[in-house]
């Protein structure tokens, strides 16, 4: 079964304080990995998609990488509108559904 | 706003009762899906529709069914709640079964079983 796992489940940054999300997924054929910013009390918003290792998408402060094994989400001098909840999801070339990690809590500090 | 329209966004209900959600996907999506959010569990998927068929199940309790209308429009029933059914329900959609973009999610109904 399609696993995804993230880390850490909270991080607490100061604005301008550089750092890396984990993404850890088990999927039996990747079709697509999948990152979401979610806001308390809302839908997840999607940020971006990634295909096959060694892709990488850039989104304002936000670069997303792939691996075969592992995603990562960097987030360069953040600011405080960056808090929120980052959430990784891998979807598999047979039914396609997406299945979610349980989310990164990001608060950045002014 | 995504797009996706869900009603009602908040209802309280007591325990043993029924309700229904109703999700409109975004205008030309033909694919619906219904997630569960619980503060231990994370988006659990539910169930997919496209163009109005079942396409799959996810941990859907027995209790839960759906249906895609012929507009396109979804409804997700809950029924003899539990206190443990409280949670957001996230309806998605996409134009298709699996889309490069993921899917487009509503703002949920946030159920209160109590």
């Known amino acids: 079964e399609d696993q995804v796992t993230q880390s850490p489940e909270a991080l607490r940054l100061q604005e301008g304080e550089s750092s890396s999300l984990n993404c850890s997924y088990t999927v039996s054929g990747l079709r697509g990995l999948f990152w979401y910013r979610q806001d308390p009390g809302k839908g997840p918003e999607f940020l971006f998609t990634?295909?096959?290792a060694g892709e990488e998408k850039e989104k304002e402060r936000l670069k997303a990488t792939l691996t075969k094994k592992e995603s990562f989400l960097h987030i360069t001098a953040p600011k405080p509108e960056d808090s929120a909840t980052y959430l990784c999801a891998s979807m598999n070339t047979g039914f396609q559904k997406l299945v979610f990690g349980t989310g990164t809590r990001l608060l950045v500090s002014p | 706003d995504s797009g996706v329209t869900q009603t009602p966004k908040h209802l309280i209900t007591a325990t043993g009762q029924r309700v229904t959600l109703r999700c409109s996907p975004r205008?030309?999506?033909?694919?619906v899906y219904w997630y569960q959010q619980s503060l231990d569990q994370g988006l659990q998927f539910l169930i997919h529709y496209y163009n109005g068929e079942e396409r799959a199940k996810g941990n859907i309790l027995e209790r839960f069914s759906a249906q895609q209308f012929p507009d396109l429009h979804s409804e997700l029933n809950l029924s003899s709640l539990e206190l443990g059914d409280s949670a957001l329900y996230f309806c998605a959609s996409s134009t298709r079964q699996g889309s490069n973009y993921g899917y487009t999610f509503g703002s949920g109904t946030r159920l209160t079983v109590v």
């Open positions: 990634l295909y096959s």
């Open positions: 205008s030309g999506d033909l694919s």
